[in-house]
């Protein structure tokens, strides 16, 4: 189905660009609203992880005395209801509603890294299942995740070495080890990457990380067809996430989060018993 209507009408997006005329809230309502109804429902997970935030975010709260955050926008499931969870799983999605039913009695003994793995694992399955576009996207985005979570292990000696990854990742990612010209064709934007953790500067790490999710945006050739425009909703995402984590820096609650988050890492030298 072609959307050139709808994507002419949609503003230009750019990295780092001046979003304070941009509606948001609008733009992704009108994209939605101008869906057929099959890709209306793929356009869905686009949205979940924002989703899948806000319930962990109710969950840490409640079980690991978190600060309360925010509400993350765009997404498909309201904060009341989120906070009724235990009453409204088939208002989740499947993956979302199976999580609630098969850990929410062992919520209060699992971390919350745990939480997080036990969430995403189910989505990570469910994409598998959708559209080219999505299986593809997320795919690529879980990989990414995986490769930032060996460098960090590697470069914190307080990080476990995340579960459930591809050997070949843990054999080359990290300090001292070497990268095969394979691998570095498969991802050439590795050993930049490997140099942004190094330097501890989580800001121009998180811009390297948009950056390459917007080259992987970028590569999308049909203009008007549904990958263009949920590609846009990507891109929307990234230039929206830049203006918020910018505002966000300075806040009372991320400097709350900062300091709980810190108050409970154990130290991997030091035992606290």
């Known amino acids: ?49 924002n989703d899948n935030r806000n319930l962990l975010n109710t969950l840490w709260h409640k079980y690991k005395s978190f600060p309360n955050l925010e509400h993350v926008h765009p997404c498909t499931i309201k904060d009341e209801t989120l906070q009724d969870y235990h009453r409204q799983k088939s208002a989740f999605p499947p993956y979302m509603g199976e999580f609630l039913s098969v850990y929410e009695d062992q919520f209060p003994n699992m971390s919350p890294r745990e939480m997080e793995d036990r969430l995403l694992d189910g989505f990570y399955e469910e994409t598998k299942k959708q559209s080219p576009f ?99 909703t990507l891109k929307l995402q990234l230039v929206l996430n830049e203006r918020l984590s910018t505002l966000d820096r300075g806040a009372p609650h991320f400097q709350e989060l900062h300091k709980t988050i810190k108050s409970k890492i154990q130290s991997p030298i030091i035992s606290t018993t």
């Open 1 to 49: 189905m072609s959307y050139y209507y709808l994507i002419a009408g949609l503003p230009d997006l750019e990295p780092g660009m001046d979003t304070r005329k941009i509606d948001f809230k609008g733009v992704v309502a009108t994209i939605q609203r101008n869906l057929a109804p099959r890709d209306e429902r793929q356009f869905r997970y686009l949205l979940y992880p």
């Open 134 to 232: 999505i299986k593809e996207y997320f795919k690529f985005e879980k990989r990414l995740k995986e490769i930032l979570a060996a460098y960090n292990a590697s470069c914190y000696n307080f990080l476990s070495p995340p579960s459930a990854i591809d050997e070949s990742i843990l054999g080359q990612v990290g300090k001292g080890k070497s990268v095969t010209p394979g691998f570095l064709r498969e991802y050439p934007y590795i050993e930049t990457l490997g140099e942004k953790v190094d330097t501890k500067q989580p800001e121009e790490l998180e811009k390297f990380i948009d950056h390459i999710k917007w080259d992987y945006l970028q590569e999308v050739k049909d203009h008007f067809s549904g990958e263009q425009v949920f590609a846009y």
